[in-house]
């Protein structure tokens, strides 16, 4: 599985930006895809995902009414809008894919994921500033 994310860059509070992920390698049929982020000193946050079985989306109360979360489906893409920027947003944004029956929010809202969860992207820096 390879995932490839873009569109991280340094942007004004306020501003937008869109993140990709490009995926590829992978055939199954019943995933979870979406997006995490991770900031310096802060916990990793699931911010949003799809369920490809009923397109069950989620997102972070932190992020809710702001993000934005889709796919093509032809372009084996996802992507994040992300409207409202704040500086706290400001973090690596991961793009991860697993193999799974369950609804996504299982694991982007849990504490703690488990063991060798999900294949991962190098990651996007998203920074904005005040």
């Known amino acids: 599985v390879q995932l490839v994310e873009s569109g991280g860059r340094l942007v004004q509070a306020g501003g937008s930006l869109r993140l990709s992920c490009a995926a590829s390698?992978?055939?199954?049929?019943?995933?979870?895809i979406g997006w995490f982020r991770q900031a310096p000193g802060k916990e990793r946050e699931g911010v949003s995902c799809?369920?490809?079985?009923?397109?069950?989306?989620y997102y972070a109360d932190s992020v809710k009414g702001r993000f934005t979360i889709s796919s093509d489906n032809a372009k084996s893409t996802v992507y994040l809008q992300m409207n409202s920027l704040r500086p706290e947003d400001t973090a690596v944004y991961y793009c991860?894919?697993?193999?799974?029956?369950?609804?996504?929010?299982?694991?982007?809202?849990?504490?703690?994921?488990?063991?060798?969860?999900?294949?991962w992207g190098q990651g996007t820096q998203v920074t904005v500033s005040s």
């Open positions: 799809i369920s490809s079985e009923d397109d069950t989306t």
């Open positions: 390698g992978f055939s199954f049929d019943d995933y979870a």
């Open positions: 991860v894919v697993e193999y799974t029956l369950l609804s996504c929010p299982t694991y982007w809202r849990a504490a703690a994921l488990p063991p060798g969860f999900g294949s």
